[in-house]
Structures are given as C-alpha cells and as structure tokens.
C-alpha cells in the first residue's frame, strides 16, 4: 500500500507539492496526470526517498518511508522515463545484478523465467542491454520487479517515447501485475492508456491533487473533456 498523508513539498518558497492526501491499495494503478511541472515526479520521489518531505507523512506498507528507508525500500520497485542497465551486460546478467542488491540469489532458470514473463523474447536474455529498444529495456524493469516481489510499484513516464505496440504491451504487463496485488502509482502523459491500465487517475495542478476518479466511472471523452477544463483555468 502507498500512503501519502498532508504531504507537501517546498523548494524554497515554491511549494512543488501541495497537502497531497493518496491511497493506494493493492491492485490498484492510480495514474497521475497532469501538465509538466504540476508535481507528479515530486510525488514519485517523495515515495522513494529521493527527497525529503517539508509536511506530512508517506508511508509504503504502513511503514514511514523518511523513518524507515532501507526498509521501505525494500517494498518498491521504480521504473523511471529512462531505466538505467549497464550497457555491457546482459539483460539477464543486469537482472541478476539488481536481484543481488536488493539480497535476492535466484538461480539463471529462474532469472529466464522472470524475463519471460516480464515478455521479453528469449533470444535476447543474453544480448547486450545496449543493443536494447527502450520497449525491451522497460521489460527488464518489471522482470526486477517480479523478481524483487515488490509490493509497490512506482513508474514515471514509463511509455513516453515508445511505439504504440510497445505501449500497449506495457499495458498488458502492468494488467498482469496488477493481479499479483503490486500498489502501482503512474505518472503519464497519456491520458488513454491512463484509463485503459489505471483503476483510478487523478489530476495534479500547480502541486495539488485537483480531481481524483475511478476509471469505471469516466468515459475516455470526460476524462480528456476534465483534463483540459483544468488546464485551462
Ligand atoms: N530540485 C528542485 N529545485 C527547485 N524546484 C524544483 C526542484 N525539483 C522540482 N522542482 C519544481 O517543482 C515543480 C514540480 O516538478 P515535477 O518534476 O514534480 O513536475 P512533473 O509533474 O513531474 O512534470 P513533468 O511532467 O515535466 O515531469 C516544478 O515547478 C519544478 O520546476
């Protein structure tokens, strides 16, 4: 569970975050839109520890992630825009890395096998990473994931750059992982694939969280209609 209570964020005297209040169940994506600058990457950091909060609490698993960050750490898997692998390894040389720094030994079978189901085709578990699409590069993000058991994923702009088939088979894998009881939060652009993968979405503006919805409830043409109403005024 992701849990943000009161939580701001100050730089200076810009507050970047605004007395944001968020739950974010297992098996549940919460897509986070909102125009550049509104205060989604903040958001993000904030869960990771990246950053230190200026009011309030966050908490992964009920546990303060600015009290407890080795320990929440240990919950969340991030992918962010642009995952960074090491370019000379493997794919599945750079998930048996990962694995090792979050105290995870599994043997090669098994480290294939969470690439499979991450879908990333076989022949390429043993290429370079450097010779990876940025689509097959984010695979290898959620194989660590799957590997790493997280309980919490966080994923900044994880499709911006990527072909629409590529996009939507990162749809399909966070569909999957969603069944797995992964708290997912999502900062995106993309507003339809918010509501194709989300199961709820919230709107940010100038660091506040300004409208929060179910996916169930809202059209894709009320939630562009929504969008843009706030982006105007
Ligand atoms: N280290 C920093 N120092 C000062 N201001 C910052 C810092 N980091 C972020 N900001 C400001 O905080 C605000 C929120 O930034 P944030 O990166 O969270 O936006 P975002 O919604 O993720 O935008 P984008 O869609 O462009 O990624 C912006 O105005 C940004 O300039």
Known sequence: MLEAAQLSKDYGSFRALNQ???KILKGEVFCLLGANGAGKSTTINLFLNFIQPSEGTVKI???DVTQHPLETKKYIAYIPENLMLYPNLSGVENLQYFCGLSGKKYPTAELHNFLQKAG????????????????MRQKVGIAIAIAKQ???????????????????????LLQELKQTDVAILMATHDLFRAKETGTHIGIMKHGKLVEKMTT???SHRDLEKIYLEHMHD
């Open 20 to 22: 944001l209040d968020l």
């Open 61 to 63: 698993n009920d546990v």
């Open 120 to 135: 990333l085709k076989e022949d390429l578990h043993k290429r370079r990473v450097g010779k990876y699409s940025k689509g």
């Open 150 to 172: 997280a309980s919490a994923l966080l994923l900044d702009e994880p499709t911006s750059g990527l072909d629409p088939k590529a996009s939507n088979e990162f749809a399909q």
């Open 216 to 218: 169930e409830e809202i």
